[in-house]
């Protein structure tokens, strides 16, 4: 259905194999089959780790549960190994493919969330000019983000930028 909606076409099972053929034969020179046949069709065999979005998403959870335990910088480690799987936006490829909207909506809102919470550990390790240029970009892109506002006007008060935290609260008022 993600290829051809709800009316494929008489050669849609041959398509398939032919593509997944194809895929086999590029993955020739691996050690193992990463295509797997199944009962209803084929199987991607790796370990999670291997994809992008799972290890930013253990590594970015692991990263705000460090930030609330207090571990500012084991906070940071994890979290700037998250958002370095970034290359994009999510699913750039497929952007206007059905089955890929929802996923990259919630990846795209937990790489904002992860970028707050990397914010917070950097305010909170004192590292108020870092944290303040990633909010202040931060904001620019999702003007609506409270947290990022209030981490920003945080982080430039913190840094002895009274002027330029009121501000922020002003812009973000408005």
Do not use: C
């Amino acid at each position: 259905e993600a290829l051809w909606g709800g009316t494929p076409p008489p050669t849609a099972t041959k398509a398939i194999q032919n593509h997944v053929a194809r895929l086999r034969a590029s993955f020739a020179s691996l050690d193992r089959e990463l295509i797997e046949t199944t009962p209803g069709g084929y199987r991607l065999a790796v370990d999670p780790e291997a994809i992008d979005a799972v290890a930013f998403e253990r590594r970015a959870m692991e990263g705000r549960r460090r930030l609330a335990a207090g571990d500012t910088a084991a906070a940071v480690d994890e979290l700037t190994d998250a958002l370095a799987l970034w290359r994009g936006p999510a699913y750039a490829d497929v952007a206007d493919a059905e089955f890929a909207l929802g996923e990259a909506a919630r990846l795209s809102e937990l790489r904002w969330m992860a970028t707050e919470d990397f914010a917070e550990a950097q305010v909170e390790r004192g590292g108020f000019e870092l944290a303040s240029a990633d909010l202040s970009r931060l904001v620019q892109d999702q003007p609506g983000r409270e947290r990022a506002w209030g981490l920003l006007i945080r982080a430039l008060y913190a840094a002895g930028r009274q002027r330029d935290a009121l501000a922020a609260y002003q812009q973000a008022r408005r």
